[in-house]
């Protein structure tokens, strides 16, 4: 399946009302789009997400609004896609209502004309998902992810279609649940199976619900914990900043930690005295010495005894010399059951040997533990206080604000880890459907599904779901591994060539990408590295989808530009396309020339919303552009000299 | 046929292993494609869970 964006126009948005045309006839699979700061490079990047799968249920009014034009009347705004999928044109027509703040869809297809709603093949409506359109429309904040979160795994599952072996589970599972309900009560009472299922339909409702709260929770946990490395790192840079404050917040620090080892250490010391019971109480003390010297008189162990009494009753007299009658062989029978056990012996030959140790030793003053306890905690108590006046002082709002953030951020990770705890808890017999824990309603939803299986003879059927879904999960985790380790093979390979001076490897795909021998790297070879991650992946399946990236060089080195283009230009089979700054140009579009024997569509799109853009159209004139195509924007279109030109200082 | 080819691969090895009857796992194979096609699949379901084998 081939999917090509030939271009798209707007009309009563926060863009210029303009066409944008890539020229589709010279088969040039890659275009840049350069466009000023601020003159919509990302909203179009979300109007193109916006059309390829229905955001209708799910946009946020803030995100429909965000796309009125400023100060305008115009009640409605539309952006208009033409996509040529397998070589059949489609045009989406995405609307957008500002007055209700609702978003509504037409297409348009070779074969019915216009309709109603967005229409996509469902060959291809499978796969484009909001999560799978923001991996392919990217920008930065996107690679970034795949260094922290699940962000890695999930575009592999997504992209390889491993999610189709859960999703086949659930509709078998669908159907087991419809037998079960077109089925007799057969073994058991009608009363107690509508019971049974009554129980059943709510565990299942709880399971889906408990699985979706994970779902956002974990996707807000990622979040948050890139929110906290964003304020630690603006915290940290400030503090910096601020030599004199940042030599305070050091020592604060440092005795910080002296107070918590100082904390821990007292604990320990405790711990170790409360372990001996023998020297925290005198009496205590005495009860043991003496129980250890009863146990001296007491029998002897089993393995010497039993032997020694066996041949004492063959004999013929005692050890006394006394003839051996059989009322004495009697006695010795009867009482030699009393002899100690092996193991009862060894347990009390220990707690001997450690009484005996411990007698000569005095008596711990556990109040003085106790008091050492207290006075640490209190050392802990007033060197953070400290720490937080001398942050409390900083006269500096943004680090304030930041501090606030971290603080709040914090707080809302440790109440997603205590959601996270739960949700793994361990199944046990006084679990109810009240429980938050996934593991506990499942094992609640397998006994009450084995009832329900027993009473209506579906069992067979159960028996043939579960080995499917073991041969599903099988495959599962073997294709998982058989693609990371390919692609980690294959992003390694490239290493070499990507990042020429200082080599980063990958070590492994476990969820995130995990670098060989580091934590982290700078943000130029993370990008080289997760445009590797994508672009291998993405030219793997068998769906051949845009690659559409939102300033992907930006803040990058030389190095970094250049390798990036010469991937895309060798690498990646995609259309590929990138809005660039002008900033971004050096360095990367002309590589991207070099490598695709200038198979590359250069434009450039600019606003004329209000005077400061007159200088643009002069520019614009001068390189014989024409600037009158469009009322309130200009668009050039593979004009080379006016690409290369093309500036937004003034100087 | 658009699952990656090596998937099905590694299923079809799978099965191999656990030692499953090849008209079953014919089956089955059967509902992954029709699933990646778009097409309903409640029907191999019957068949493949009712069959009687």
């Not at chain 1, 948005?13 to 020229?23: A, E, G, S, T």
């Not at chain 1, 996509?120 to 923001?134: F, G, S, W």
């Not at chain 1, 970034?144 to 575009?155: P, R, V, Y």
């Not at chain 1, 603006?234 to 005795?255: F, L």
Request: hydrophobic letters at 35%; proline letters at 2%.
């Amino acid at each position: 399946m081939d999917v090509k964006i030939l271009g798209w126009d707007t009309k009563g948005l926060r863009l210029p009302d303009w066409k944008i045309n890539l020229d589709d006839n010279g088969g040039k699979k890659t275009s840049l789009i350069m466009m000023p700061s601020g003159m919509g490079k990302t909203t179009t990047l979300s109007l193109l997400r916006y059309s390829f799968c229905d955001y209708s249920k799910i946009i946020e009014k803030k995100d429909i609004l965000a796309l009125q034009r400023p100060k305008s009347k115009i009640t409605k705004g539309e952006f208009n896609l033409n996509i040529k999928i397998n070589n059949a044109k489609y045009r989406i027509k995405t609307i957008f209502d500002f007055s209700n703040k609702t978003l509504s869809y037409k297409t348009t297809d070779p074969e019915s004309g216009q309709k109603d709603g967005l229409n996509l093949p469902e060959e291809i409506k499978k796969y484009l998902d909001q999560e799978y359109i923001e991996k392919t429309f990217f920008d930065l904040e996107v690679v970034q992810k795949l260094f922290e979160s699940t962000s890695a795994i999930d575009s592999i599952n997504k992209l390889y279609k491993l999610y189709y072996f859960n999703q086949i589970g659930n509709n078998l599972d669908t159907y087991l649940i419809k037998k079960q309900d077109e089925s007799g009560s057969g073994k058991i009472d009608k009363k107690d199976l509508i019971e049974l299922k009554h129980t059943r339909d709510k565990l299942l409702k709880k399971e889906k619900q408990l699985r979706n709260e994970y779902e956002i929770n974990n996707k807000k946990f990622e979040n948050l914990k890139i929110n906290k490395s964003k304020y630690s790192k603006i915290i940290n840079d400030i503090e910096n900043s601020k030599k004199s404050i940042k030599d305070k917040i050091d020592q604060a620090r440092e005795n910080i930690s002296l107070a918590k080892n100082d904390l821990k250490d007292s604990f320990d010391n405790f711990y170790t005295e409360l372990k001996n019971p023998m020297l925290i109480n005198k009496d205590f003390k005495k009860k043991l010495i003496n129980f250890e010297s009863n146990l001296n008189s007491l029998k002897i162990p089993e393995s010497v005894g039993k032997a020694f009494f066996d041949d004492l009753i063959k004999s013929n007299q005692c050890l006394c010399g006394h003839a051996m009658t059989n009322k004495m062989k009697d006695k010795i029978i009867k009482n030699k059951e009393s002899i100690l056990s092996e193991d009862t012996w060894l347990i009390l030959s220990v707690l001997k040997s450690k009484i005996k140790e411990d007698s000569g030793k005095e008596i711990l003053d556990l109040s003085k533990s106790l008091s050492l306890i207290a006075k640490s905690k209190r050392n802990l108590n007033i060197e953070e206080r400290k720490a937080d006046e001398i942050v409390g002082g900083i006269d500096d709002k943004k680090y304030q604000d930041n501090v606030k953030k971290l603080n709040e951020t914090n707080d809302q990770l440790n109440d997603l880890n205590k959601f996270f705890q739960k949700y793994l808890e361990a199944p046990s017999k006084q679990d109810t459907l009240e429980d938050n824990s996934i593991n506990k309603i499942g094992n609640l939803l397998k006994i009450t599904m084995d009832k329900i299986n027993e009473a209506t003879e579906t069992g067979n059927i159960s028996d043939k779901i579960k080995l499917i879904k073991d041969i599903f999960k099988d495959t599962e985790n073997k294709s998982l591994n058989f693609i990371t380790n390919d692609l980690v093979e294959k992003i390694n390979k490239e290493i070499p060539r990507v990042m020429p001076f200082e080599k980063i490897f990958v070590k492994d795909i476990k969820d995130k990408i995990v670098l060989d021998g580091r934590d982290s790297a700078s943000a130029g070879q993370l990008a080289r590295i997760g445009y590797l991650f994508l672009i291998t992946l993405l030219a793997r399946p068998n769906f051949n989808f845009p690659f559409i990236v939102d300033s992907p060089v930006t803040g990058m080195d030389e190095i970094s530009r250049s390798e990036i283009a010469t991937t895309i230009a060798t690498q990646l089979n995609n259309q590929y396309i990138g809005f660039v700054l002008p900033l971004e140009r050096d360095y990367f579009a002309d590589v991207l020339e070099e490598n695709t024997k200038n198979k590359v569509n250069l434009l450039v799109a600019f606003d004329t919303f209000d005077d400061e853009t007159k200088r643009l159209v002069k520019l614009a004139k001068q390189y014989s552009v024409d600037t009158r195509e469009f009322v309130d924007g200009v668009v050039s279109v593979n004009n080379k000299d006016f690409f290369w030109n093309f500036t937004v200082s003034k100087g | 046929m658009s699952i990656d080819p090596s998937i099905l691969q590694i299923f079809k090895k799978v099965c191999k292993d656990k030692k499953i009857d090849p008209g079953f796992e014919k089956e089955l194979q059967k509902i992954i494609e029709n699933w990646d096609e778009g097409k309903d699949i409640e029907k191999d379901i019957k068949n493949l869970l009712e069959d009687k084998k």
